[in-house]
């Protein structure tokens, strides 16, 4: 199907907004795949060093209670030597030298005035100790603390009397951590690899998994290309995903759509060419008759004048109506709207259709049930209540009747046209609302009928956010209903 100038616009607006799509899903597919790893990183961080601190205080735990034994088995071994007045004694100094030579440490032994009996570091032997754990413990609390920074435990074990209760000294251990450390690291460091190939693995995943995201949308641009190219005669099926398979039952409506749209505006313009050509082509038999007789009478001349005026008036109502559509097929098209009394404009409308009832002898009668005041624009609604009520007058029969009703509610106000004419069959009924569609052709060329009219009169009620329809039953008359807002609103 070749595409024309009028479906491109309305193509490109597709295109762009599918290409537009479709780079907002590249954007997406590089965000899946970072929001992919970070899913995959986060976790595996989070167990990563949740692990390591597991290990270390878990490893700070055992090996505090493991001083914390050690010194208080010490601690009943110096009150059977009495050691805290003759350090001296080599199986003490031999228990002490092994402990701190076991956990790499420092052991410090002070006497109940916290004068430091023995340091295995020979550094403060002699001195007072007066820091908050030995303070502490020789209120007969047991503490220890755990410097990370510094990687070591600090441990204290109080010193009873032997037999009693009552604290005479303070065992103070510091043991160092560095083997913690170091295992914590070599824990920390190959976690990291095993993250770093976890990461891997999972940016190949990713990549596959976006790429597998956004094929279906590739697929449905493609089809947006070969539309732009003019071949549309494919119906697009992606059902990868939900949403893919909305997006091709939208895009499957779209084409059928502008095939339709296509086939439509191909009818319009044939029959706007011949309706336009009928006029012109019977000026010119009239003309080139009248140039074959020069001696006609001036009768003669005065008739054929006549038609000639009779066809240029047609062709000026074709155009009129033609541009009358023209300007309500525009998008956003302008509404002048105002406050006006329906009940008088009705009257005015009818009051300028009275000479064609009469000429017609149709009787009009108009009904209101109640003051209607309602917002809309005046000249499109007078154009729809016109060519509904000329219709209506046209249409009819010798000694027939229009009657044109106007009632509301608290949202719509309603107007009815009803006449006693011909009618309108079934199965032309969905078709009336066409441009240029006429149910008898010849009848209607007769009468002067563009074709046009209710096409407008649809045009003007749909520009006012209304509703038309048609009720008829062929030699049984047709009655237009009619719905607009009281308030209009502007989208």
């Known amino acids: ?86 350090p001296t004694s080599e199986v003490i100094n031999a228990n002490i030298t092994q402990l701190t030579n076991i956990y790499n440490g420092r052991v410090m032994i002070m006497d109940r005035e916290l004068k430091v009996v023995k340091d295995t570091y020979s550094l403060d032997e002699g001195k007072t100790d007066v820091s908050e754990n030995v303070i502490r413990c020789m209120r007969g609390e047991t503490t220890n603390h755990y410097d990370r920074r510094n990687h070591y435990i600090e441990v204290t074990s109080p010193i009873l009397e032997p ?15 560095d083997n913690i450390e170091v295992t914590r690291r070599i824990i920390l460091t190959q976690g990291s690899v095993v993250v770093g190939i976890i990461m891997t693995l999972l940016a190949v995943l990713g990549v596959f998994l976006a790429d597998r995201m956004v094929r279906p949308i590739h697929k449905i641009t493609g089809a947006i290309e070969n539309v732009t190219e003019g071949y549309s005669d494919d119906v697009l099926h992606v059902e990868t995903f939900t949403e893919t398979r909305q997006l091709s039952e939208a895009f499957n409506k779209m084409l059928g759509r502008l095939k339709l749209l296509d086939e439509s505006r191909e009818e319009f313009v044939s029959n706007v060419s011949h309706e336009l050509k009928t006029p012109m082509t019977s000026v010119k038999v009239l003309a080139d008759s009248l140039l074959e007789m020069p001696d006609a009478p001036v009768e003669m001349y005065r008739e054929f004048m006549q038609d000639i005026a009779k066809e240029i008036d ?55 049930f109640r003051p209607v005041t309602a917002e809309i624009d005046e000249m499109k609604f007078t154009l729809a209540i016109s060519n509904l009520v000329e219709n209506g007058i046209k249409y009819n029969r010798d000694n027939g009747w229009v009657h044109v009703s106007l009632n509301a509610d608290h949202k719509y106000f309603y107007i009815k046209v009803e006449d006693s004419g011909i009618g309108i069959p079934e199965e032309d009924q969905p078709h009336i609302f066409e441009r240029f569609y006429r149910v008898d052709k010849s009848h209607s060329r007769e009468i002067g009928g563009t074709g046009l009219g209710l096409a407008i009169a649809r045009n003007a009620v749909i520009a006012h956010r209304g509703a038309i329809k048609v009720y008829s039953s062929e030699g049984e008359g047709t009655t ?12």
């Open 1 to 86: 199907m070749y595409i024309r100038s009028g479906e491109w616009v309305i193509i490109s607006r597709v295109r762009r907004r599918f290409i537009l799509r479709d780079r907002i899903f590249k954007n997406m597919r590089f965000r899946f795949i970072i929001l992919f790893l970070l899913a995959g990183l986060v976790p595996c961080l989070a167990v990563l060093f949740g692990s390591v601190n597991f290990y270390e205080l878990r490893a700070v735990e055992l090996r505090t209670a493991e001083i914390q034994n050690q010194c208080t088995i010490l601690c009943n071994q110096l009150n059977n030597y009495s050691y805290l007045t003759d």
């Open 314 to 368: 047609r062709e000026n109502q074709i155009i009129t109506d033609l541009l009358s559509l023209v300007k309500m097929d525009k998008t956003g098209q302008n509404m002048n709207i105002k406050s006006v009394n329906i009940n008088d404009l009705l009257e005015q409308t009818l009051k300028r259709l009275r000479p064609i009832a009469e000429k017609n002898n149709v009787e009009m009668v108009m009904e209101s």
């Open 480 to 491: 237009f209903t009619v719905r607009i807002p009281l308030i209009y609103a502007a989208v």
């Open 163 to 177: 037999g009693g209760d009552e604290v005479i000294g303070v065992m103070l251990a510091s043991v160092s951590t």
